[in-house]
């Protein structure tokens, strides 16, 4: 599966839009860009995934741009709840590989009121 | 619904003891992972399952021994436990049925302590 980087930290205003970036600039043609978050000593949680069209649900929206080297998860409206790490994971979406997840170091968002 | 749970949530051993980490789940998921994570790190896939009676290595496998006798369980044993083992454990399962999003839903954690 892809590497990916992002940022190791970054803090957001409350109320505000959070736009947290990530690189993958050897992702392959079938491979999906997952998001999950893991607030503070619980287990992961999943948020959205995409292949080339950008991607909305009643979490966050996903933005991955034409070339498929980057992505953007974007929380519209941050609340202290969105506190957590994220992280953007590139996994190849065939079941026979089992749907293993490689975490990366993640980006540690702070929201702020 | 439980979804994923975990037995026991926290655990101290000595050195050299063995124990056995439980995971469950009523989702019918096919897949099942066990994962490790240590203060500050991301995620480290231990094993995975991908139907009951199989197994297979993931990226840290070694001290580690798991098996998946019933597909709503799957069982993680430290058959000899190091100081390098004390970490926080997470089980996870995902569908393979088609239409669903592939994700992994993960339990609350198994945090040990080996002295």
């Known amino acids: 599966d892809a590497k990916t980087t992002q940022p190791p930290s970054m803090d957001c205003a409350e109320g505000r839009a959070a736009n947290l970036p990530c690189n993958h600039s050897?992702?392959?043609?079938?491979?999906?860009v997952y998001w999950y978050r893991q607030i503070h000593s619980q287990g992961p949680q999943y948020i959205i995934h995409?292949?080339?069209n950008n991607e909305t649900n009643e979490m966050a929206s996903l933005i991955i741009t034409e070339d498929r080297k980057s992505s953007t998860l974007i929380l519209p409206h941050a609340t202290l709840r969105d506190t957590a790490v994220y992280y953007c994971?590139?996994?190849?979406?065939?079941?026979?590989?089992?749907?293993?997840?490689?975490f990366g170091g993640g980006t540690r968002v702070l929201v702020k009121p | 619904n439980a979804g994923v749970t975990q037995t026991p949530k926290f655990r101290v051993l000595k050195t050299g003891q063995s124990m056995t980490l439980l995971c469950a789940q009523d989702?019918?998921?096919?897949?099942m992972y066990w994962y490790r994570q240590d203060p500050g790190m991301g995620l480290r896939l231990i094993h995975y399952?991908?139907?009951?009676?199989?197994?297979a290595k993931g990226e840290v496998p070694d001290g580690y021994n798991v098996s998946r006798l019933k597909k709503q369980n799957f069982l993680l044993g430290l058959e000899s436990a190091a100081p390098s083992q004390t970490s926080v454990y997470f089980c996870?399962?995902?569908?393979?049925?088609?239409?669903?999003?592939?994700?992994?839903?993960f339990g609350p954690g198994t945090r040990l302590t080996v002295t």
């Open positions: 050897t992702i392959s043609g079938n491979e999906y």
């Open positions: 996870a399962s995902s569908s393979t049925r088609t239409g669903t999003k592939d994700e992994q839903y």
């Open positions: 995409g292949l080339k």
């Open positions: 994971i590139v996994r190849v979406a065939h079941k026979a590989a089992g749907n293993k997840l490689t």
């Open positions: 399952s991908v139907g009951e009676g199989t197994t």
């Open positions: 989702m019918n998921h096919e897949y």
